[in-house]
């Protein structure tokens, strides 16, 4: 499974990425106004450090719109994916995208029909939000298996994105699932190197270390 990494901080991105962890990374409006920076400015630092996949979302509603945004977006480096919201607009712009060779990712999707349209428009990536499902009482990764199940039915090849991934085990399941990949915040990617044990385990081979004759 592809790990991405779900920030609009380059200190971050650069330590998961020096980890060893990342293979691309999302960003949303609401990560980049965190960034204080101009969005192209912060997603051409971003694609210095990291040569994967990263995901740049358009502003616009409307077709025209999105397609003239995008169509910036991805100037700025060839591993930008354009990130589209999943509305009727959205959908006619990936189309079009699609047929121009830009990779798409289609953002806020909380359902398998919205999904199953996305990958019809030909999206690269299609980022169901299970955090914010289970957050309405819905069960989020009911979701991914959806639509790991209709992709592989039909043999679409859009790459379910797992996203609004709160804590470790929405990765695990993800993965047991057969996402093709999630997108984590910084704090879940470090969540996932610790354990108790073996916080435990270390502290007891340093200490019999000193035992060692020198
Ligand atoms: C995905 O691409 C989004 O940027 C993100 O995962 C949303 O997560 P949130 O629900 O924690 O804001």
Redesign the pocket.
Same mark, same amino acid.
């Given at each position: 499974m592809k790990i991405f990494i779900?920030s609009g901080d380059v200190g971050e991105i650069r330590e998961a990425q020096q980890m060893g962890a990342i293979d691309g990374v999302?960003?949303?409006p #609401?990560?980049l106004a965190k960034a204080g920076k101009p969005t192209k400015t912060v997603i051409a630092e971003i694609c210095e450090i990291v040569d994967g996949p990263i #995901?740049a979302e358009v502003l616009a509603t409307e077709k025209e719109a999105i397609l003239r945004e995008g169509r910036e977006l991805a100037k700025i480096h060839k591993n930008v994916v354009v990130?589209v919201p999943l509305i009727d607009e959205g959908l006619k712009a990936v189309r079009i995208f699609t047929q121009e060779g830009i990779n798409t990712?289609v953002?806020l999707c909380f359902s398998a029909a919205q999904g199953l349209l996305a990958a019809k428009a030909g999206a690269t990536f299609i #980022?169901p939000?299970v955090?914010?499902i289970d957050d309405a009482a819905g069960d989020g990764m009911e979701l991914i298996q959806q639509l790991v199940t209709i992709y592989q039915n039909y043999g679409f090849e859009t790459q379910v994105?797992t996203? #609004?991934?709160?804590h470790p085990v929405h990765f695990v399941q993800a993965a047991l699932i057969g996402a093709h990949a999630a997108?984590l915040?910084f704090k879940v990617i470090k969540q996932l190197t610790r354990h108790p044990l073996t916080d435990v385990g270390l502290a007891q081979f340093l200490a019999d270390a000193k035992k060692i004759p020198q």
């Open positions: 779900d999302t960003t949303n #609401s990560l #995901s990130k990712n953002t #980022s939000f955090g914010r994105l996203a #609004s991934v709160r997108t915040p």
